[in-house]
Every structure is written in C-alpha cells, then in structure tokens.
C-alpha cells in the first residue's frame, strides 16, 4: 500500500509526498508532533501537521536564517535562537568560531527531545555534546523579557504565527528583543511566504519598523514551504545587510555551506515587485 503525506497550502492547492511511515507520532503540551521518512525529502517533522524541516532541504533555512547576520555583525559573540528545536539553526552558528556562546530558547521540551533521537545531523549541536551552546525549554518571550542587553545576534526561528508562536510577531515581542540585543545587535526572523502570506508580511514588517531602524526583507528557495519562494526578516540597529556587509570575509570562511555563498547574500536582499509591495512602507 502507498502512504502518502498532504499539506493543504491553501483551499485548493497542496503539497504531497510518497511516504515509508511513521518515525514518531505524539502529542505535547503545545502542539501535535510528527516525524515522518519519505522518500524524496528524507526525514521530516511536522508540527501540527505542518512541514517544519526535511533533511533534503533543510540546509537552506538553516543556512539562510544564520549566515547572512553572521557576516554581517562583525563580532557576534553571544547569540540567541528562539525556537528552532530541531538544533539546526544551532548548528550553522557553531561553524562561526568567533561565537562564544549560543543559547537555544525552545517551548516544546519534545521537539528537542524528539529531533536528538530521530535528526541528528541537525540536532548534533545540542545533544550536550558541544559546551558552547546552552539549552532553554522556555517561552522566547518570557525568556527574553529576563536578558536585556545580552545578544549580538537573535535568530527566531518559529513556526507560522497560530499557536505558541502568535506572539512572536507582534510588536510587544520586537521591543523585547530590540531591548535583549546590544547597542549594535541584529534580528533576523522568519518571515513567511511572499507569495501566500503578504497580510501577514504586512503587520510583521509594520510591526518590526515600529521598533528597529534597518528593516530589510529577504529572500531563500525552500522547496518544502508553501510556494517554494520563502522569506526572512533582517532586523537591526546599526548594520546594514548590504551597505555594511564585508564580502571579503564571507568569502574567505573557513567552513562549507552548501546554500549561502557571498554573491548570494547580496543577491537574496533583491526583491521582485509583488514581494516589495508586501512590505511597502
Ligand atoms: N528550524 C526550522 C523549524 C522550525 S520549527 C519552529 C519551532 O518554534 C518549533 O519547534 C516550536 O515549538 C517553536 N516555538 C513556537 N513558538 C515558540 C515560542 N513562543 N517560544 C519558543 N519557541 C517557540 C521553523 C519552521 C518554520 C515554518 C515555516 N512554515
């Protein structure tokens, strides 16, 4: 028999895949948790039943959501994730070497849990293995409401904005991170589809350009995501993205990325017009 896995991406259009069965299947506090293997896309998670990560293309997200302000600041020493529980996030700030410490704060203790045991080559950082990175099981908002002035970097690297993750695109939430970064620190968070999602583009970057000063939104190709045409939000206080970005040290690092590269980190800050129009001021 065929098992198949469906993600409605709207009412009438979806994403489908052939499937080989079910890794993990389990309820938490928060959310339902999935981790299913398919045959094109490896292992994937799904969080209420939407895609969250697959192995195949993974590395797009994780590279596109860290290493475009990890070359941008230019000595991020202390960096916070909120969200990102599968550790891959995680795992692109550690090939930063610079990077002192690395804090993972995660709502759901069983994503953490779950992506150890069944995806390690993303969870490889956090397993406890590497003394340079701290676990949190904690709500980003509560967590940083505590740690004011304590980040060069924060990555939010949250679901879609129902459930837990509601808050983290709201305006309050923004002031609690500009107040969590240092005097020159950068946000970047994910920021939804361009394609499927301009209304809620249109309040986040409303909401991000009420509290931050440089506010730019760019692009990544993520095939799994509804529409394959993917986004993040760059948000900062001194650094420019393109203006204030050192080429020559993003082409000179001394690790592989399979996806960011330093012509691309340019190129992903140039938007097509629909996209321009989501967020126009
Ligand atoms: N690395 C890509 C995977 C994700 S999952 C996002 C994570 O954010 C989930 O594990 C979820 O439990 C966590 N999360 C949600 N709300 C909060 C919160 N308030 N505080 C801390 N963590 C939270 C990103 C997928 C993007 C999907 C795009 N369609």
């Not at 293997?37 to 939407?50: A, N, Q």
């Not at 506010?215 to 650094?239: C, D, H, L, N, R």
């Amino acid at each position: 028999m065929d098992l198949w896995y469906t993600e409605k991406h709207s009412d009438n259009v979806g994403i489908t895949m052939k499937t080989t069965g079910t890794l993990f299947s389990g309820k938490s506090e928060f959310q339902q948790l999935d981790i299913i293997d398919t045959l094109e896309y490896g292992k994937m998670m799904l969080l209420d039943g939407l895609v969250m990560v697959t192995e195949r293309d993974e590395f797009v997200y994780h590279d596109m959501i860290a290493h475009p302000a990890l070359f941008v600041h230019p000595e991020p020493k202390q960096v916070l994730v909120i969200g990102g529980g599968d550790g891959g996030s995680i795992r692109e700030i550690m090939k930063h070497k610079g990077v002192e410490l690395a804090t993972l704060c995660e709502i759901d203790g069983l994503v953490i849990e779950k992506s150890i045991e069944l995806l390690p080559s993303m969870a490889c950082e956090i397993d406890g293995s590497n003394p340079r990175v701290k676990l949190h099981v904690d709500d980003g908002l509560a967590y940083i409401r505590e740690h004011q002035n304590e980040f060069d970097i924060i990555l939010v690297d949250s679901t879609d904005p129902i459930g837990p993750a509601v808050g983290l695109f709201e305006e309050d939430f923004y002031r609690l991170v500009f107040g969590a970064l240092k005097e020159d620190g950068i946000m970047v968070a994910q920021s939804e589809s361009p394609f499927y999602h301009a209304e809620i583009q249109k309040n986040m970057y409303k909401n991000l350009r009420a509290v931050f000063p440089i506010v730019e939104m760019y692009q990544a190709f993520i095939p799994t995501y509804p529409s394959g045409f993917w986004s993040f939000a760059f948000a900062s206080k001194k650094y420019h993205p393109v203006k204030d970005f050192d080429r020559e040290r993003a082409a000179s690092r001394d690790f592989y990325t399979k996806y960011y590269n330093e012509d691309l980190h340019l190129g992903a800050f140039m938007l097509p017009t629909f996209a321009k129009e989501n967020i126009a001021d």
